[in-house]
């Protein structure tokens, strides 16, 4: 019984790393442009088909896609932000939530066309197996995975701390015109930060595909649930982010232990609104 | 506000040909797949005006309204089909079911703002199709098939023509269309726009920001559930993915947005141009689920959000306006 909890337990911790690597991604769109992107999780599933391809036609195991997919998406965010979304910033507040909802279609409806609407599965990734703790087993990949992206997530938070670029955006982050007085080209900062919250959500796809099944619809509950996330975590805020990923991923994975596997997501969505009534800024905006 | 003018001669007999037009249509047109688009459009064109109670008026840009449909669909169906209760009264409780529904979600969320309003209204539309999905009661994911009883309009129910759908659906449009034109002539319309365009400033008038809310919040609720019961009388089959799921909610905000939202006539447009589009890309390109006909439907969103945001009507009045 005790085993079996600890074992929930750290399940629901490895997804909630990988959770928080989806949000703060999306997180710092909506922080520094105050939009959310609802094709982030859709750049989600093209960063798991780019693993995936890699893998089945040159035989590249995802591990070493990792910095592929991070590329990819980030020139795609680049130009999806320069195309599109630069061209409702300053438009009516429908209009940029929209235009992410359009692009969001397109993509995964691209994917059903170019590769149908199949389930799909890297078949022996280099990492696999199990690490076993007494009773708790734990799955190699998933771990690795998590622990990447926990790895991943902090060296963004270095990256905006340490760097010049990076003390820009959450420069811009806090205050828009301020930081236009001072000399930041706030529109390059768009751009980056459309581009980098992309490449990191393409480098969890990267983790994700290790283990999971990849399919042009998998953005779906991943998108609700980073969502979530954003919001529960506070606006804009990454350490809010990076925590609420790790407890959403833990109370679903609980909830549905204790209740019933079928409505752990609708437990995640109760809890959000639950904690957005008490505190509508989120944990820690 | 353009909506609150009298209007003029032009106006006037440009809305009655209109009518008189839409009026006439089954009787001219004869096959069922025009008759079934048209349908389709009043269906969510009275769902966009419902949506733009809140969204356009209040700002409340509400991205759960498929719970509101689905309630509405499921309340007429449940109560037919298990207590033989008669559809036009399962019309109005599934209406007042989505209104309370809406209360109990909208005082919670009242004093969420923006993208914390929408992210709520996904969660809880999402709560109540996981829900649905596995209640038995409502036999979860497996849907219902209405009975089926003798058409008359009393049953809301008709076999042999799709015209006696056509005109309750139109009915139910041009209500919608005078409770919304009634708002947004009267005191609530002008407090709901006071909030949109300042919370803190309507709250310093005096405007009860939470009540007006919560009203546009349960009107649109009930007329969308309307819709809902609608549309299970009309397909006589209902399940969590035919009427609770994110794309159908999608569906009505890009409706009302892409005829430009806060329009009494926006949705109508936008509903004229989405609906005919995307029913005809499913029918001649969507074979085997191929995926093209949702590509260009995705493609033409962010194609008119990001250069012509305003929307259709938005547009078609800078051009009117220019011309004088």
């Known amino acids: ?285 | 506000m353009m909506t609150m003018k009298k209007p003029t001669a032009v106006q006037v007999v440009f809305y009655a040909a209109l009518l008189a037009g839409l009026l006439a249509f089954p009787l001219i047109v004869k096959g069922t797949f025009p008759t079934h688009i048209m349908i389709m459009v009043f269906l969510f064109a009275m769902m966009g005006v419902a949506w733009n109670i809140l969204g356009g008026y209040a700002a409340m840009f509400s991205f759960g309204q498929a719970a509101f449909f689905g309630i509405g669909a499921y309340t007429s169906t449940i109560l037919l089909m298990n207590y033989n209760v008669n559809p036009w009264i399962g019309l109005v409780a599934g209406g007042v079911l989505a209104a309370l529904m809406g209360a109990a979600i909208g005082i919670p969320c009242s004093n969420l703002r923006g993208h914390y309003f929408a992210i709520a209204s996904i969660a809880f539309a999402e709560i109540v199709r996981i829900h649905f999905n596995n209640w038995k009661f409502v036999a979860a994911a497996e849907g219902l098939s209405l009975p089926l009883l003798p058409e008359s309009l009393g049953n809301f129910m008709f076999h042999s023509s799709k015209a006696p759908y056509y005109y309750i659906i139109l009915v139910f449009l041009l209500l919608s269309v005078l409770i919304c034109w009634y708002i947004s002539a009267n005191r609530m319309g002008f407090y709901l726009r006071a909030i949109k365009e300042s919370h803190e400033l309507a709250k310093g008038m005096g405007i009860s920001f939470v009540r007006y809310r919560l009203y546009a919040i349960m009107i649109s609720a009930f007329l969308t559930a309307m819709a809902g019961t609608f549309y299970a009388q009309y397909i006589l089959y209902i399940d969590p993915e035919s009427v609770l799921i994110l794309p159908i909610s999608v569906q009505v905000v890009l409706v009302a947005m892409l005829g430009g939202a806060g329009t009494i006539i926006g949705p109508i447009i936008g509903a004229a141009i989405l609906l005919p589009l995307s029913e005809i890309t499913r029918v001649s390109l969507g074979y085997k689920g191929s995926g093209i006909d949702m590509m260009i439907y995705g493609a033409l969103i962010m194609l008119i959000s990001a250069y012509r945001p305003q929307g259709v009507w938005g547009l078609l009045t800078t051009i009117g306006r220019r011309g004088k």
Not at chain 1, 93 to 110: M, W
């Open chain 1, 1 to 285: 019984m005790t085993g079996q909890l600890l074992a929930q337990l750290m399940n629901g911790l490895l997804i909630g790393c990988m959770y928080s690597l989806i949000a703060i991604g999306l997180t710092m769109i909506w922080g520094v442009m105050n939009i959310i992107n609802f094709a982030h999780a859709d750049f989600l599933m093209i960063g798991m088909f780019i693993s995936f391809w890699l893998y089945t036609l040159y035989g590249v195991d995802p591990i070493f896609s990792i910095p592929v997919c991070g590329a990819v998406l980030f020139l795609l965010g680049w130009l999806i932000y320069r195309y599109l979304v630069s061209k409702v910033m300053t438009g009516p507040g429908l209009a940029q939530l929209v235009v992410t909802f359009g692009i969001s279609i397109f993509i995964a409806n691209a994917a059903v066309f170019l590769w149908s609407p199949d389930f799909r599965m890297i078949e022996k990734p280099l990492l696999a197996g199990t690490w076993n703790f007494g009773t708790v087993q734990l799955s190699i990949p998933k771990a690795i995975a998590s622990l990447g992206s926990v790895a991943v997530s902090v060296a963004l938070f270095l990256f905006l701390r340490k760097t010049k670029t990076g003390k820009a955006i959450l420069a811009v982050e806090m205050n828009r015109s301020s930081a236009l007085l001072m000399g930041i080209n706030t529109e390059r900062v768009n751009a980056l930060s459309f581009a980098i919250g992309s490449s990191l959500v393409g480098i969890a796809g990267a983790f994700l595909s290790m283990y999971y099944y990849i399919y042009p619809q998998v953005g779906g509950t991943f998108g609700l649930i980073s969502f979530c996330i954003v919001a529960l975590g506070g606006f804009g805020s990454i350490e809010g982010a990076f925590l609420a990923g790790i407890l959403i991923g833990v109370v679903q994975t609980l909830g549905g232990y204790f209740f019933d596997p079928a409505y752990k997501y609708a437990i995640v969505f109760a809890m959000y609104l639950v904690t957005v009534w008490i505190r509508p800024q989120g944990l820690m905006g």
